[in-house]
């Protein structure tokens, strides 16, 4: 670190020029949201799966049961971080990136044309699993690669704009999800939606993968192993504070975040509204999220990263409580739909900020393993449970309302660890 800053020199920036960046940016970006597609389209399907797999005559016990497998995608997670992070900083960015969509690939593909336990028993839920732990796996690899290239593809003054595309890519992901949950909920009845509807959105995203691999192999390298060992090792002690804050940071925003992903789900278990006014609510909360990722990564870069983060943080932890007392009382399309954009709106301006002040305050040489475990031990924590603690807490007391009160909470937290940041961004640390 630089004195009081947050700030680490870069050996790898401004490698490549404006036209290469925004190429190699666009590859990455489409292929870090294939991957966050197929990993998210799970938790859209939850209780077809949960049916598909689990079968119960309690239906609270069958989604139980699915949404724990989906969490079992998150337990290899911080083992994917070590190995493929790792991998990505002895030697690059662009290989590690082509296993985690490769093995991403075979996860998806084995989930989806697995039979039910109808057909094959026992073996049905076993097999999903399994296909779970290669999925959290590739994905936790996936996100320190693909977000120490997007820092390292771009001039220091872009860092916030180009890291937002990977919070971005994931609100595609959902968005494209959602629309494909809410298309085949118009098209199919609630049968075939849990016996076939599941698999045909599971399997758009295997056949994107090909094409998502020829993008990646074209990519120009970011990172140079041997420069970045030449330089010598940073000691951990002076990146220690940004790792802890930094989990604090991504465990407050994972919870927040599957908890957006869940409203799907919660808008039929728990509201009692129909498929298609869930999906509409949850694609709705997806898809404003990625024009605001944008604004906030370019916010970031203009008023600093603490700014950006800190303001944004307030607004939302003021409107928690007043928008679920809302879509819960009201329990209609335009309550849902309306809620759901205004927390979306609040909560998606400082995520971008977060990871470009996460990411570029970690020494290259270990940015990407750094980076992917900060982001992957929290979530394996917090975003394997959340949707399963949620769905307890609602059933346990029988409000709605729980889960406001479940965000609420960590949305605080969130909001102390960023007043304790300290500033990272390049413009503001040069004025």
């Known amino acids: ?161 180009s890291i937002s595309l990977q919070g971005v890519s994931q609100d595609i992901a959902g968005t494209i999800g959602g629309l494909v949950g809410l298309g085949l909920s118009l098209v199919m009845t609630e049968a075939q939606l849990g016996t076939i509807g599941w698999r045909i959105a599971l399997m758009l995203g295997v056949l994107i993968v090909p094409v998502a691999l020829l993008m990646r192999g074209s990519l120009p390298e970011t990172h140079q192993p041997a420069a970045a060992r030449a330089t010598g090792a940073v000691p951990f002690g002076r990146y220690a504070r940004v790792v802890l804050l930094g989990i604090v940071l991504i465990a407050s925003s994972t919870s927040g975040g599957y908890i957006f992903r869940y409203m799907a789900t919660y808008g039929q278990a728990s509201l009692h509204l129909s498929g298609a006014v869930a999906f509409a609510g949850q694609t709705a909360n997806t898809a404003v999220a990625v024009v605001v990722g944008v604004f906030g990564g370019w916010l970031s870069d203009r008023v600093g990263r603490r700014p950006a983060m800190i303001w944004p943080q307030l607004a939302f932890l003021a409107a928690i409580l007043p928008c679920f007392v809302w879509l819960t009382t009201a329990r209609t399309a335009t309550a849902f739909i309306g809620a759901n954009v205004i927390l979306s709106v609040l909560a998606t301006t400082q995520f971008s900020a977060i990871y470009a002040a996460i990411t570029e305050s970690l020494p290259p040489g270990v940015r990407a393993r750094t980076f992917a475990l900060i982001y992957s031990v929290p979530v394996a924590v917090f975003g394997g449970s959340t949707q399963l603690i949620v769905t307890w807490l609602l059933h346990a007391t029988g409000s709605p309302m729980a889960i406001a009160w479940y965000l609420t909470g960590f949305v605080a937290i969130g909001l102390m660890a960023m007043i304790a940041f300290r500033e990272s961004a390049p413009a503001r640390l040069s004025g």
């Open 1 to 161: 670190m630089n004195g009081r800053h947050g700030s680490i020199p870069d050996s790898t920036q401004d490698t490549l020029t404006l036209a290469q960046a925004r190429r190699a940016v666009l590859a990455v970006t489409i292929g870090n949201g294939l991957e966050f597609y197929d990993f998210m389209t799970f938790a859209f399907f939850a209780i077809a799966i949960g049916q598909t797999f689990f079968p119960s005559v309690n239906p609270y016990l069958s989604l139980m049961a699915s949404l724990a497998t989906f969490g079992a995608g998150f337990i290899t997670r911080p083992l994917g971080a070590h190995v493929l992070g790792g991998y990505a900083d002895r030697v690059g960015r662009k290989p590690a990136m082509m296993v985690s969509m490769m093995l991403m690939g075979l996860g998806i593909a084995l989930l989806a044309l697995t039979p039910g336990y109808a057909s094959i028993g026992y073996a049905a839920p076993l097999i999903a699993v399994i296909a779970r732990l290669i999925q959290g796996f590739a994905l936790g690899g996936e996100v320190g690669s693909a977000s120490a290239y997007l820092l390292e593809a771009v001039p220091s003054g872009r860092r916030g704009l």
